[in-house]
């Protein structure tokens, strides 16, 4: 008989959970952000691969933004490049060991920068939304030929 009652203490409290609805987050409270989603993965040299992880925005939510790039190599990230805010568009370059990419927001500024893909470190960078000027390194002339 007293196994009968640990039996029944734990089923009273099963039953008594279940008639005591749980609270639901209120409605003004946000949603959980998606995670974001992979773009196609472009392969370079050496066993690289890039993509860029795309999130939608409050003013377009169905629609994708590239915000950050991603570069890995055999399967190993190597380096993530934030936007700023977005991650237009981007090629190897230098065999691999560099990265050229385009950032800006949506209207009115693009910035070109050559990142050095071990270190993370900047090593060129120019303001681009005006055009390539004539005299532009060989890098930012290829990035340019993506559109």
Excluded at 55 to 61: A, K
Excluded at 63 to 70: A, D, N, R, W, Y
Excluded at 80 to 104: H, M, T
Aim: proline residues 12%; glycine residues 8%; aromatic residues 12%.
């Amino acid at each position: 008989m007293k196994s009968g009652r640990w039996f029944r203490l734990p089923a009273i409290f099963l039953i008594a959970a279940g008639a005591f609805p749980q609270a639901a987050p209120p409605p003004d409270q946000p949603a959980q952000p998606a995670r974001p989603a992979e773009s196609t993965h472009i392969q370079g040299p050496e066993g690289t691969e890039g993509w860029t992880l795309d999130s939608p925005i409050p003013d377009r939510p169905n629609e994708t933004f590239p915000f950050t790039l991603v570069i890995a190599r055999k399967g190993r990230v190597l380096r993530k490049i934030d936007g700023d805010p977005f991650v237009w568009q981007w090629i190897f370059w230098n065999n691999g060991r560099q990265v050229a990419y385009e950032s800006g927001p949506l209207h009115f500024g693009l910035q070109c920068t050559l990142l050095n893909v071990r270190t993370g470190k900047k090593l060129a960078s120019y303001d681009c939304f005006h055009g390539v000027p004539n005299e532009a390194p060989a890098w930012l002339k290829a990035l340019e030929k993506v559109h």
